[in-house]
């Protein structure tokens, strides 16, 4: 009998908890599907191949939850393009679906290589469902692309409260350091320095009433290569956006240093991982985050939301 691979509220860097895709023994065939069957029984009589979910996110809490994953066949390739419906049941994969959600496949913007080193793969976009749970405890999700070349199955833990902020909740002001203080090249391990994402601080932004994107990443010392394109997506979207709104890129380590541990900044905003996105309008409310690698069209659609409300 197939179990789901745990992988749900785990500890990451990179913003990708990374599994290898399993082949399930046993699963496929030609049976139909009953309206009333289990995740498990849909999962055993869909000929597709059977593969576990890649998830992006892990910091899950009661309320609409934004769940990034990818889908890899059994060759290490990621599946692009196609839409998906998620079914999710309560508990493990022997539950039946309470809920069912479409995700959107978001193209990053630009190829990255995302996984540990030694098994990277290539990722040129993310699948984004947007969850409503109501209570926590343990989901099950099985992810059914359009396309129909692939089944996904997975886990996740939903808490009554994430460790991140919440939307809604006030962004702490922190006081980040600035290339008005230092050089960039000590404030940043980008290489070159992301001097424009240097320019301004959170406290600063706030006290002056002006709307931001912070991105907290690490480019250099990430495990996964995916957080450092992350760096450069935000910096994307800068260059679309215009002067409009900040942008600010925040490290994560004490002095930029792994061995050291997360930064006082880190520990303000409470981030159990990283990389993190927030957009926090004028009122120094944040409007929208992104936890993992998020895509160009995503941010750029939450920042122009949150300019035009």
């Not at 990053?108 to 540990?116: D, F, I, N, Y």
């Not at 994430?162 to 909740?169: F, K, R, Y």
């Not at 260059?239 to 050291?260: A, C, K, L, M």
Request: hydrophobic share 40%; net charge neutral; proline share 7%.
């Amino acid at each position: 009998m197939p179990r789901a691979t745990w992988i749900g509220g785990a500890r990451t860097r990179g913003g990708l908890t990374v599994v290898v895709a399993l082949a399930l023994a046993g699963c496929g065939g030609g049976g139909t599907s009953a309206p009333d069957q289990s995740l498990q029984a849909r999962l055993l009589t869909d000929p597709r191949e059977d593969t576990a979910l890649i998830f992006a996110t892990s910091d899950h809490a009661v309320g609409k939850q934004r769940i990034a994953f990818v889908l890899l066949d059994s060759r290490g390739e990621a599946l692009e393009g196609a839409t998906a419906r998620v079914r999710i049941g309560r508990g493990g994969l022997e539950s039946n679906a309470i809920a069912e959600v479409a995700a959107r496949y978001e193209p990053l913007g630009r190829p990255v290589s995302a996984g540990q080193p030694g098994d990277e793969f290539d990722l040129q976009g993310i699948y984004v469902a947007h969850v409503q749970f109501d209570e926590p405890g343990r989901y099950s999700l099985l992810v059914e692309p359009d396309e129909g070349r692939l089944q996904g199955y997975g886990s996740v833990e939903v808490r009554e409260r994430a460790a991140s902020p919440a939307i809604g909740a006030k962004a702490p002001s922190s006081d980040n350091p600035t290339v008005a203080e230092a050089a960039a090249e000590a404030i940043t391990t980008a290489r070159p320095p992301d001097v424009e994402l240097l320019r301004h601080s959170i406290r600063e932004s706030i006290a002056g009433r002006k709307p931001f994107v912070v991105v907290f990443a690490t480019p250099a010392f990430c495990r996964s290569r995916a957080c450092g394109p992350t760096v450069e997506i935000v910096d994307t979207v800068r260059q679309r956006i215009g002067p409009s709104t900040r942008f600010i890129h925040v490290e994560v380590y004490e002095g930029n240093d792994p061995r050291r541990g997360y930064n006082r900044w880190m520990k303000q905003w409470k981030l159990p991982t990283e990389p993190w996105i927030f957009v926090v309008d004028p009122e120094g409310t944040i409007r929208a985050k992104f936890e993992g690698i998020a895509s160009v069209g995503e941010l750029e659609r939450a920042v122009r939301a949150m300019r035009a409300g």
